[in-house]
């Protein structure tokens, strides 16, 4: 079933794909309307990989060479790197490259049913 409580959701403005390189290289860009500046949660969604309800843990106004623009707040999140070690061999690199797999949404409940 659908939830019917309103919902805010932004796709991803840049990935970075690199695990390679050893953990954090692999996260997403969003720029986010500052009215979501400081909400409790929000589930990062990547296509094939799953759903994630997780605290904010930070946001900034530049991060590799992206500016926020006014009204706006970037937020940076990441996913494991072993998880995307997993998808890579998989074969779907291409899949988690594409900024349009990653999005955040901003729900009015809680995220019980994704932290069982």
């Not at 996260?27 to 997780?54: H, R």
């Not at 490259?97 to 932290?115: G, H, R």
């Amino acid at each position: 079933m659908a939830s019917k409580t309103q919902k805010f959701q932004v796709h991803a403005i840049k990935v970075i794909v690199e695990p390679w390189l050893g953990e954090h290289h692999v996260y997403a860009i969003f720029m986010v309307p500052d009215k979501y500046k400081e909400p409790p949660f929000f589930i990062l969604t990547v296509k094939d990989l799953g759903s994630f309800c997780e605290k904010p843990f930070g946001n900034s106004q530049y991060y590799d060479d992206i500016f926020a623009e006014p009204g706006t707040h970037l937020i940076r999140d990441y996913i494991r790197t072993r998880l995307a070690l997993r998808l890579i061999l998989q074969g779907k690199y291409f899949q988690l490259n594409d900024q349009y797999n990653w999005s955040l949404t901003y729900p009015e409940d809680n995220c019980a049913k994704f932290n069982n």
